[in-house]
Antibody
Framework: QVLLVQSGAEVKRPGSSVRVSCRISGYDFTSYGIDWVRQAPGQGLEWMAWINPNNGITKYVQKFRGRLTVIADKSTRTAYMDLTNLGPDDTAVYFC?????????WGQGTLVAVSS | DIQLTQSPSAMSASVGDRVTITCRASQDVSFYVAWFQQKPGKVPERLIYAASSLQSGVPSRFSGSGSGTEFTLTISRLQPEDFATYYCLQHSSFPYTFGQGTKLESK
């Protein structure tokens, strides 16, 4: 059984940083890329980043202008998403996803709320 | 960046109806399109991958077609559990992009 288990909800102050983790089990961690997607309240899905867990190569959407970093730790089968300098517009549910042809399996989502 | 335009943005239909949702890409994305269903408060679920391949476990009333710049998701006979929001995604080139979504409501 493939499982992507994400870390719990976070409440953050503007200007701070957040790390969301995604632990993957049920298949070879290095077999598929891992994507990060977010969804602001009442809004659509927004693709953020991708990482190849085998070699660490990453791709990002330009809008995050260096605030976003994704990493993959093969030893713990866990992917991480770090987002810095948080603002109210970063309030969203953050998802990790992976699998055959991409986006086959999803984590349960992690709510990050940014509020002063 | 490749833009995906879904149409309609919202629609209402009745159980048993045939429903078609269109996704147009601003550039050729070959067959690298997937379709997702999302219900309120839930995780998106992939219905279709590679434009026309049915995800395992997804009912056969769902189908996808298209290549290049125009794609469709069809629900042949709408069931009560199909009322949801649907998204297309292109993963032909980075940055990947989603369509804006189509909210399917009960008439």
């Amino acid at each position: 059984q493939v499982l992507l288990v994400q870390s719990g909800a976070e409440v953050k102050r503007p200007g701070s940083s957040v790390r969301v983790s995604c632990r993957i089990s049920g298949y070879d961690f290095t077999s598929y890329g891992i994507d990060w997607v977010r969804q602001a309240p009442g809004q659509g899905l927004e693709w953020m980043a991708w990482i190849n867990p085998n070699n660490g190569i990453t791709k990002y959407v330009q809008k995050f202008r260096g605030r976003l970093t994704v990493i993959a730790d093969k030893s713990t089968r866990t992917a991480y998403m770090d987002l810095t300098n948080l603002g109210p517009d970063d309030t969203a549910v953050y998802f990790c996803s992976s699998g055959n042809y991409g986006f086959d399996h999803w984590g349960q989502g992690t709510l990050v709320a940014v509020s002063s | 960046d490749i833009q995906l335009t879904q149409s309609p943005s919202a629609m209402s239909a009745s159980v048993g109806d045939r429903v078609t949702i269109t996704c147009r890409a601003s550039q050729d994305v070959s067959f690298y399109v997937a379709w997702f269903q999302q219900k309120p408060g839930k995780v998106p679920e992939r219905l279709i991958y590679a434009a026309s391949s049915l995800q395992s476990g997804v009912p056969s009333r769902f189908s996808g077609s298209g290549s290049g710049t125009e794609f469709t998701l069809t629900i042949s006979r709408l069931q009560p559990e199909d009322f949801a929001t649907y998204y297309c995604l292109q993963h032909s080139s980075f940055p990947y992009t989603f369509g804006q979504g189509t909210k399917l409501e009960s008439k």
